[in-house]
Every structure is written in structure tokens, then in C-alpha cells.
């Protein structure tokens, strides 16, 4: 089979798939009743939401350092000392 026959096959399994996948929507498509796309509009109910809070007088967490138990790192010159 050359490589022009192989293409008109392939164009030919293409275009069959694209075709069944149509049929497929469109059969999906009716098979569902009007009123399963659409929904009754929801009941609109306002509530009322009401949160006392008071700022706290101390923070909860405090400031954590922790220790540092290493001399600091010293550069080297590359002189003997």
C-alpha cells in the first residue's frame, strides 16, 4: 500500500468516526426529556448573620528566636595565622 492509499483510508476512518460521534450527540441529545435540562428556579431566602467578636488584648503566639548555639562563620584569607 503506498502512502497516497493510506491516506484516503485514514481520511476514510476519519471522517466515519467524526460522522458517529455526530449520530451519537444527536441520539443522546433527544433521548433526554426537556424538563431534565431545566430546573425550577430556587426559592431566594435572605438570612441574617450577626458575629460579636473582640480584638484580643495579647497575641495569642508569641515572638520565637531560637538559639543560636555556633560560633559565626569567619572568612579565610588563605594566611597562616
Known amino acids: 500500500m503506498n502512502t497516497k492509499q493510506l491516506r484516503m483510508v485514514l481520511a476514510g476512518v ?3 468516526a467524526a460522522l458517529a460521534i455526530g449520530a451519537l450527540g444527536a441520539g443522546l441529545g433527544q433521548a433526554l426529556p426537556d424538563k431534565a435540562m431545566l430546573s425550577e428556579d ?4 435572605l438570612g441574617e448573620t450577626s458575629t460579636e467578636t473582640t480584638a484580643p488584648t ?22 597562616p595565622q
Do not use: N
Open 14 to 16: 476519519g471522517a466515519s
Open 42 to 45: 430556587p426559592e431566594i431566602t
Open 58 to 79: 495579647e497575641p495569642e503566639v508569641s515572638v520565637v528566636k531560637p538559639p543560636i548555639t555556633t560560633p559565626p562563620a569567619t572568612v579565610s584569607t588563605g594566611e
